[in-house]
């Protein structure tokens, strides 16, 4: 089952903040993130895991609530290469793959 | 090196033809993925190799055939494929299928494909 995000899009002005936020009705053992600019391939930003190990870049950052099942991405002072579409994709019980979200498009403007 | 690389780039093919996507990596990795996109949608799974046996089928129709000569390779065998069809195909690798932090998967620039 596909988890959900929200916003469905964002606008900012560079420097200001963000949070995209992905939920699930199963329970997860992770949570991955991409950014897909347009054109371009999906590029890894974040995994989270059941337990609080995480993996990503540095000035990204995200949390992962596990009871609840929800997962938020956080970009703090955006920048315009922040722009593209943001999607959590989730992997649930013994199926070891991803389930990616309806994405997020977040636009920077200078 | 850390690309996964995908050919053709695009792909125009009548819906009696029989085509080929092509995706490789050297990085070790022993899971591949087949994904499709929709334009403004997100990527769709549709097969997984691990260590070079199919493990994962989304329930894709027969139209579509996977195939994994090696490790680094994977293929996507199109035939009688429809307009529906027509969308940008994702491939990706990871580490392996287990899951934990090794799990990032790495995605190609993947291969437009227009059926008429």
């Known amino acids: 089952q596909q988890p959900v995000q929200s916003p469905q899009a964002v606008i900012l002005r560079e420097g200001e903040d963000a949070v995209i936020n992905c939920s699930s009705s199963?329970?997860?053992?992770?949570v991955h993130w991409y950014r897909q600019k347009h054109g371009e391939a999906p590029v890894f930003l974040m995994i989270?895991?059941?337990?609080?190990e995480q993996k990503g870049h540095e000035k990204i950052s995200a949390s992962f609530n596990e009871k609840k099942q929800q997962s938020s991405l956080y970009l703090t002072a955006s920048q315009l290469s922040y722009s593209g579409t943001y999607f959590c994709?989730?992997?649930?019980?013994?199926?070891?793959?991803?389930?990616f979200g309806s994405g997020t498009q977040l636009t920077v403007l200078p | 090196d850390t690309e996964v690389t995908q050919t053709p780039k695009h792909l125009v093919m009548g819906m009696t033809n029989k085509k080929s996507l092509k995706c490789e990596q050297h990085?070790?990795?022993?899971?591949m993925y087949w994904y499709k996109q929709k334009a403004k949608k997100p990527p769709e799974l549709m097969f997984v190799?691990?260590?070079?046996?199919?493990?994962i089928n989304e329930s894709v129709p027969s139209r579509f055939s996977p195939e994994c000569p090696n490790s680094s390779l994977l293929n996507l065998h199109l035939h009688a494929l429809q307009p529906e069809d027509s969308a940008l195909y994702l491939c990706?690798?990871?580490?392996?299928?287990?899951?934990?932090?090794?799990?990032?998967?790495?995605f190609g620039p993947g291969t437009r494909l227009t059926v008429l």
């Open positions: 994709g989730t992997e649930s019980g013994s199926a070891r793959q991803l389930t």
């Open positions: 990085m070790g990795h022993r899971a």
């Open positions: 989270l895991l059941k337990g609080g």
């Open positions: 190799y691990s260590y070079e046996k199919l493990s």
């Open positions: 990706a690798s990871s580490q392996d299928v287990a899951g934990g932090v090794y799990n990032e998967q790495f």
């Open positions: 199963k329970a997860l053992y992770s």
